[in-house]
């Protein structure tokens, strides 16, 4: 149908046991980001922090933080600025 078009491939490098709002899954997670930008040539920051505590959870979750623009990195040249005119 037409939303099979559209759903997401699965990626290698994700498995379905991370569980992404542990410390290790999380920092898993920045891993994969860097490695996914290095592959294709940027150099990435991209950090892991503590967030604040949720008192519905009575936990810390963890937020990742980059300088990805967009979800792209900052010297990526955009689609907008790679159309002819």
């Known amino acids: 149908m037409f939303a099979d078009l559209f759903s997401p ?3 290698p ?3 379905a ?7 290790d899954g999380a920092q898993s997670l920045v891993q994969t980001i860097r490695e996914f930008w290095a592959e294709q040539g940027y150099a990435v920051l991209v950090e892991l922090r503590v967030g604040p505590f949720n008192k519905a959870r009575r936990s810390c ?4 933080h980059s300088d990805l623009v967009n979800g792209l990195p ?7 600025s790679t159309r002819e005119t």
């Open 17 to 23: 046991s991370d569980d992404f709002s542990t410390m």
């Open 9 to 11: 491939t699965p990626d």
């Open 13 to 15: 490098r994700v498995r």
């Open 61 to 64: 979750g963890y937020e990742i």
């Open 74 to 80: 900052r010297d990526h040249p955009s689609p907008a």
